[in-house]
């Protein structure tokens, strides 16, 4: 006998042998993932399900799904090492009833079933809606970048491209000087060390004129080598190359209602997709959204109304005519029984024209009274000032006003969205996606936000009551 706890002997045959069920403890989540996939309508979701043409039965769907989810509520995203604990895992082996695919079918059914993964994770909120954890009222949307497989020396914009050409050039001319140095010298020195690099830097600049011919032909005047879908984006740091993530996160307890992955960087015409999707989710005939100033746009608070969706997003601050000591807007009032604004001269601006803006029908005020007034040189350089306003200003007027009688609504915001993405990005590690192309990419993060969900959802409710509120 020694002083440490001893574990059994291996050798040990017991009476009645334990079943792999003994393993998996009631409260264990493997318990909650397996009910809900056994009871999800596979097919009606559109999960592949023929044979393969080897004439081998091909594994269930389930099987798969089940891999998956348990792979991203564990953080094990790849397939190999999905493969390797199908084998030995045991609350995997139980999930699978001791199937163990191998990678490259674990692969192919997350390539081939994108769109049915992506349901699932809509099904996932369905139960948590049903299981009484949403609030129905109020949602935040918020977006965040994420980084895709592209390295950001293999994305190109026409700014890097050319700054890359003149580098390589300047590099062609610097080593064809010192060429010539090297010929004059007596006695003749190797050339061959200069003649190779001039060789390797030719061929770059090739490669980089087709690049260059690939990037003029692109809308979007970007190219990625490694993932063609992710684009360069701004962050609040040096930037990155990757997705823009968008998701509707419920206020009550923080769960993530809807998403879409796009590779459009800014979140300006984002808002009125997103708050509908949560709308449909959460089956409510109005809804209350609120986001920050990065997507404040008429078009899209004028989409979110018509939806009868009411939407929260503070104006953004920048005003040209206030960095320039000039009056800004907030200066002049809108009279709407006249169609005229006051200024700060007390001088009435009247609508003097229409025309078409970027698709948007504008009205154009402005006061004969300018050039004769006394404070002109505190409101304008020119000779008049000129006011546009959009034919429905009134949604943007009400959104502001909504949001004065509602101060609260950018704390909740914050206290709201705030914890999904940190947690989503420290489970993704420091790339954060794994696959390349907008498709694939957008069942990873449904994957992602489906095992978020499900955590957050038996975090506060614990294993068994889930599942009971999942079988009433
Ligand atoms: S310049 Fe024209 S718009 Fe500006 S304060 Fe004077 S009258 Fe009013």
């Given at each position: 006998?020694?002083?440490?706890?001893?574990?059994?002997?291996?050798?040990?045959?017991?009476?009645?042998?334990?079943?792999?069920?003994?393993?998996?403890?009631?409260?264990?989540?493997?318990?909650?993932?397996?009910?809900?996939?056994?009871?999800?309508?596979?097919?009606?979701?559109?999960?592949?399900?023929?044979?393969?043409?080897?004439?081998?039965?091909?594994?269930?769907?389930?099987?798969?799904?089940?891999?998956?989810?348990?792979?991203?509520?564990?953080?094990?995203?790849?397939?190999?090492?999905?493969?390797?604990?199908?084998?030995?895992?045991?609350?995997?082996?139980?999930?699978?009833?001791?199937?163990?695919?191998?990678?490259?079918?674990?692969?192919?059914?997350?390539?081939?079933?994108?769109?049915?993964?992506?349901?699932?994770?809509?099904?996932?909120?369905?139960?948590?809606?049903?299981?009484?954890?949403?609030?129905?009222?109020?949602?935040?949307?918020?977006?965040?970048?994420?980084?895709?497989?592209?390295?950001?020396?293999?994305?190109?914009?026409?700014?890097?491209?050319?700054?890359?050409?003149?580098?390589?050039?300047?590099?062609?001319?610097?080593?064809?000087?010192?060429?010539?140095?090297?010929?004059?010298?007596e006695p003749a020195e190797d050339k061959r060390p200069f003649e190779e690099k001039i060789a390797a830097l030719q061929k770059e600049m090739e490669r980089l004129k087709e690049h260059e011919v690939r990037l003029h032909e692109a809308p979007d005047k970007q190219v990625s080598l490694t993932d063609p879908d992710a684009r360069s984006m701004k962050t609040r740091g040096t930037g990155i190359v990757?997705?823009?993530?968008?998701?509707?996160?419920?206020?009550?307890?923080?769960?993530?209602?809807?998403?879409?992955?796009?590779?459009?960087?800014?979140?300006?015409?984002?808002?009125?997709?997103?708050?509908?999707?949560?709308?449909?989710?959460?089956?409510?005939?109005?809804?209350?959204?609120?986001?920050?100033?990065?997507?404040?746009?008429?078009?899209?608070?004028?989409?979110?109304?018509?939806?009868?969706?009411?939407?929260?997003v503070p104006k953004p601050l920048t005003s040209g005519n206030k960095a320039k000591g000039l009056f800004d807007r907030s200066k002049f009032i809108y009279k709407p029984d006249d169609d005229e604004y006051e200024c700060p001269a007390g001088e009435r601006l009247t609508c003097r024209g229409t025309r078409l803006e970027k698709g948007k029908i504008m009205h154009r005020y402005y006061s004969s009274?300018?050039?004769?007034?006394?404070?002109?040189?505190?409101?304008?350089?020119?000779?008049?000032?000129?006011?546009?306003?959009?034919?429905?200003?009134?949604?943007?007027?009400?959104?502001?006003?909504?949001?004065?009688?509602?101060?609260?609504?950018?704390?909740?915001?914050?206290?709201?969205?705030?914890?999904?993405?940190?947690?989503?990005?420290?489970?993704?590690?420091?790339?954060?996606?794994?696959?390349?192309?907008?498709?694939?990419?957008?069942?990873?993060?449904?994957?992602?936000?489906?095992?978020?969900?499900?955590?957050?959802?038996?975090?506060?409710?614990?294993?068994?009551?889930?599942?009971?509120?999942?079988?009433?």
């Amino acid at each position: 006998m020694t002083k440490f706890i001893e574990g059994e002997n291996r050798f040990q045959s017991t009476l009645f042998p334990e079943s792999l069920d003994d393993y998996v403890s009631n409260e264990s989540m493997v318990r909650v993932l397996d009910y809900f996939i056994d009871d999800l309508n596979i097919s009606g979701l559109g999960f592949r399900t023929e044979a393969n043409d080897t004439g081998r039965p091909p594994y269930h769907p389930r099987t798969l799904l089940k891999i998956y989810v348990y792979g991203y509520l564990n953080r094990i995203h790849s397939g190999r090492r999905l493969e390797l604990e199908a084998q030995r895992n045991v609350e995997l082996m139980w999930l699978t009833k001791r199937l163990a695919p191998d990678f490259k079918t674990i692969l192919d059914f997350r390539k081939d079933n994108g769109e049915a993964i992506r349901l699932v994770c809509r099904e996932f909120v369905m139960v948590c809606k049903k299981a009484g954890l949403l609030a129905d009222a109020l949602v935040a949307i918020d977006g965040s970048k994420f980084k895709a497989v592209n390295n950001r020396d293999k994305n190109f914009t026409r700014a890097k491209m050319k700054r890359r050409l003149r580098e390589v050039e300047e590099s062609i001319d610097r080593y064809m000087d010192q060429l010539a140095v090297v010929d004059e010298q007596e006695p003749a020195e190797d050339k061959r060390p200069f003649e190779e690099k001039i060789a390797a830097l030719q061929k770059e600049m090739e490669r980089l004129k087709e690049h260059e011919v690939r990037l003029h032909e692109a809308p979007d005047k970007q190219v990625s080598l490694t993932d063609p879908d992710a684009r360069s984006m701004k962050t609040r740091g040096t930037g990155i190359v990757g997705y823009n993530v968008q998701t509707a996160v419920d206020s009550k307890h923080h769960l993530i209602i809807a998403h879409d992955v796009t590779n459009v960087g800014s979140d300006r015409s984002q808002l009125s997709v997103i708050a509908k999707q949560a709308k449909e989710v959460l089956g409510v005939e109005k809804l209350e959204v609120v986001a920050d100033r990065g997507y404040y746009k008429g078009e899209e608070l004028l989409a979110c109304e018509e939806a009868d969706i009411t939407a929260y997003v503070p104006k953004p601050l920048t005003s040209g005519n206030k960095a320039k000591g000039l009056f800004d807007r907030s200066k002049f009032i809108y009279k709407p029984d006249d169609d005229e604004y006051e200024c700060p001269a007390g001088e009435r601006l009247t609508c003097r024209g229409t025309r078409l803006e970027k698709g948007k029908i504008m009205h154009r005020y402005y006061s004969s009274a300018c050039p004769q007034c006394p404070i002109k040189s505190k409101c304008t350089t020119g000779t008049y000032r000129y006011f546009n306003r959009w034919e429905r200003e009134d949604v943007m007027e009400r959104a502001e006003a909504r949001l004065e009688d509602n101060p609260d609504m950018m704390a909740i915001r914050r206290a709201t969205v705030e914890h999904p993405f940190g947690t989503l990005k420290a489970w993704m590690g420091w790339t954060h996606f794994q696959t390349k192309t907008l498709d694939r990419v957008s069942t990873e993060m449904s994957l992602q936000i489906l095992a978020y969900n499900m955590k957050r959802a038996l975090n506060i409710m614990g294993a068994k009551a889930l599942l009971e509120a999942m079988q009433a």
